[in-house]
């Protein structure tokens, strides 16, 4: 059973809000010390919240930053404003966001609606770059908040005093920084959402979750900054990232999708497993197999998804439904020769049909990961393996005299051999396929090095 872990209280959180291109992003980049959340000089680039732990001396927060807030009547604009107003509600501490330049009608708009959590809501004005500035806040203090700090993200001005503020109000409300134990990498397991754009990974992601997080609509290009969550499945914590969807390079025209799409690429560093979702509907395509392999190359888990499959299978007999399937999951084999040993689903993401099953075979996945075998009993198996099938090196010298595993996720072997020079490569595919088979590697990408001892 899946358990979200987002509707439990996991550290104090700190929510960035203000209306579209104050600077909230730049603001989260330099409380965080990093370049986390895309900044941009259009508006409305931040749609889904983008989380992150930040340590302010001994206390550990989750600062959230948010979409911003506006007026506009798009179907995406009216999705963020009322992710940012329910992110208000559910935060412990409010910063919102205003301009230098003064107070317009959309940021009124909002703060009349926030009036309501006013003991939780420090007023920061940003871009407040010089003294003559921060001496004409009059019409800012006219709003009424007790708590009002003049700051300029960009050059980092007044910074200090802002993470005061948030100490101290951390601190008054009680909060001491130990409800959120510090985990070490190995005991989560790290799940990185790629595709295309429009194949349903955001909805997956809500579905593991189990609620609403990542914005869901029907044009593609809607997620941009990587979101994720947390939740439990069989004992297990698991950490979930949704990306932006990767096109080609000469599809990516605009300078927001392609730091976007550079995020989802860089994802795959810090994954355990990638998850692949690719639209039953409409097939596999080069981009697909691109993903593919750059996950491959860097010997992360991968398990190929394809989604949408109640909409391609909709008015067909259960028959006529697994004949489809073979034939796609033999075309999917097809056209992804390298990865013959990835577990290969079919999902709906929408109904939750078939993602138990894609659980427990992350489960799967990502034990064959971290899986170490003993260099004895795997130079046993080396004997036999070479009884079987001798190297091809006639009237030649040419041994392999031990093996050890040298890493695991990605998992790694090294054979030393007494000539490297007249080693077979070739025969490091037998050796693969029989570590597959004998020591159950067989749903991971493997490394074979093979050196001169």
């Given at each position: 059973m899946i358990s979200?872990?987002?509707?439990?209280?996991?550290?104090?959180?700190?929510?960035?809000l203000g209306r579209p291109n104050v600077g909230k992003s730049t603001l989260f980049n330099r409380l965080l010390g990093q370049h986390r959340a895309i900044t941009h000089a259009a508006p409305g680039v931040t749609r889904d919240a983008v989380e992150?732990?930040?340590?302010i001396r001994d206390l550990e927060l989750m600062l959230v930053d948010t979409g911003g807030y506006n007026q506009e009547p798009g179907t995406i604009e009216r999705q963020v404003a009322a992710k940012s107003t329910l992110i208000a509600e559910e935060c412990d501490l409010i910063l919102l966001v205003v301009e230098a330049g003064g107070v317009n009608s959309e940021d009124l708009d909002f703060i009349q609606r926030l009036r309501?959590?006013?003991?939780?809501?420090?007023?920061?004005?940003?871009?407040?770059?010089?003294?003559?500035?921060?001496?004409?806040?009059?019409?800012?203090?006219?709003l009424g908040f007790d708590r009002l700090i003049a700051v300029s993200a960009a050059h980092g001005r007044n910074i200090d005093s802002l993470k005061d503020s948030i100490y101290e109000y951390a601190a008054l409300s009680g909060y001491t920084g130990t409800e959120t134990p510090g985990k070490q990498r190995s005991s989560t397991i790290h799940l990185t959402i790629l595709g295309k754009p429009n194949t349903g990974k955001s909805t997956l992601l809500n579905r593991f979750l189990r609620t609403e997080k990542s914005l869901v609509t029907e044009i593609p290009g809607t997620t941009r900054d990587p979101v994720e969550g947390h939740f439990h499945y069989r004992g297990h914590e698991l950490e979930v990232v949704d990306t932006a969807g990767i096109r080609r390079k000469s599809k990516v025209k605009e300078a927001v999708e392609y730091y976007s799409v550079n995020r989802s690429i860089k994802s795959i560093e810090e994954a355990d497993v990638v998850l692949l979702v690719i639209d039953a509907v409409d097939g596999i395509s080069d981009q697909d197999k691109k993903i593919?392999?750059?996950?491959?190359?860097?010997?992360?888990?991968?398990?190929?998804?394809?989604?949408?499959?109640?909409?391609?299978?909709?008015?067909?007999?259960?028959?006529?439904?697994?004949?489809?399937?073979?034939?796609?999951?033999d075309r999917t084999r097809f056209l992804f020769p390298t990865l013959s040993y990835a577990p290969c689903l079919r999902i709906s993401a929408v109904s939750g049909w078939g993602v138990s099953r894609l659980l427990d075979t992350v489960l799967v996945v990502f034990e064959q990961l971290q899986r170490t075998i003993a260099t004895p009993r795997l130079n046993q198996l080396l004997h036999n393996w070479i009884s079987?099938?001798?190297?091809?090196?006639?009237?030649?010298?040419?041994?392999?005299?031990?093996?050890?595993?040298?890493?695991?996720?990605p998992v790694r072997f090294l054979f030393f051999v007494n000539n490297l020079r007249g080693y077979p490569r070739r025969y490091n595919q037998y050796l693969s396929g029989r570590i597959r088979r004998d020591l159950g590697?067989?749903?991971?990408?493997?490394?074979?090095?093979v050196r001169e001892s």
């Amino acid at each position: 059973m899946i358990s979200s872990l987002n509707t439990e209280k996991r550290s104090f959180q700190v929510g960035i809000l203000g209306r579209p291109n104050v600077g909230k992003s730049t603001l989260f980049n330099r409380l965080l010390g990093q370049h986390r959340a895309i900044t941009h000089a259009a508006p409305g680039v931040t749609r889904d919240a983008v989380e992150a732990r930040i340590r302010i001396r001994d206390l550990e927060l989750m600062l959230v930053d948010t979409g911003g807030y506006n007026q506009e009547p798009g179907t995406i604009e009216r999705q963020v404003a009322a992710k940012s107003t329910l992110i208000a509600e559910e935060c412990d501490l409010i910063l919102l966001v205003v301009e230098a330049g003064g107070v317009n009608s959309e940021d009124l708009d909002f703060i009349q609606r926030l009036r309501r959590y006013a003991d939780k809501l420090i007023l920061v004005v940003n871009k407040v770059d010089s003294e003559n500035q921060a001496m004409n806040l009059g019409e800012f203090y006219a709003l009424g908040f007790d708590r009002l700090i003049a700051v300029s993200a960009a050059h980092g001005r007044n910074i200090d005093s802002l993470k005061d503020s948030i100490y101290e109000y951390a601190a008054l409300s009680g909060y001491t920084g130990t409800e959120t134990p510090g985990k070490q990498r190995s005991s989560t397991i790290h799940l990185t959402i790629l595709g295309k754009p429009n194949t349903g990974k955001s909805t997956l992601l809500n579905r593991f979750l189990r609620t609403e997080k990542s914005l869901v609509t029907e044009i593609p290009g809607t997620t941009r900054d990587p979101v994720e969550g947390h939740f439990h499945y069989r004992g297990h914590e698991l950490e979930v990232v949704d990306t932006a969807g990767i096109r080609r390079k000469s599809k990516v025209k605009e300078a927001v999708e392609y730091y976007s799409v550079n995020r989802s690429i860089k994802s795959i560093e810090e994954a355990d497993v990638v998850l692949l979702v690719i639209d039953a509907v409409d097939g596999i395509s080069d981009q697909d197999k691109k993903i593919a392999s750059l996950a491959a190359r860097r010997g992360r888990g991968i398990i190929l998804i394809l989604n949408k499959w109640d909409k391609l299978v909709e008015g067909k007999g259960k028959s006529h439904a697994e004949q489809l399937w073979r034939e796609l999951l033999d075309r999917t084999r097809f056209l992804f020769p390298t990865l013959s040993y990835a577990p290969c689903l079919r999902i709906s993401a929408v109904s939750g049909w078939g993602v138990s099953r894609l659980l427990d075979t992350v489960l799967v996945v990502f034990e064959q990961l971290q899986r170490t075998i003993a260099t004895p009993r795997l130079n046993q198996l080396l004997h036999n393996w070479i009884s079987e099938y001798a190297l091809p090196v006639r009237g030649r010298n040419v041994k392999i005299r031990y093996a050890t595993q040298t890493g695991v996720n990605p998992v790694r072997f090294l054979f030393f051999v007494n000539n490297l020079r007249g080693y077979p490569r070739r025969y490091n595919q037998y050796l693969s396929g029989r570590i597959r088979r004998d020591l159950g590697f067989d749903r991971i990408p493997l490394f074979i090095d093979v050196r001169e001892s």
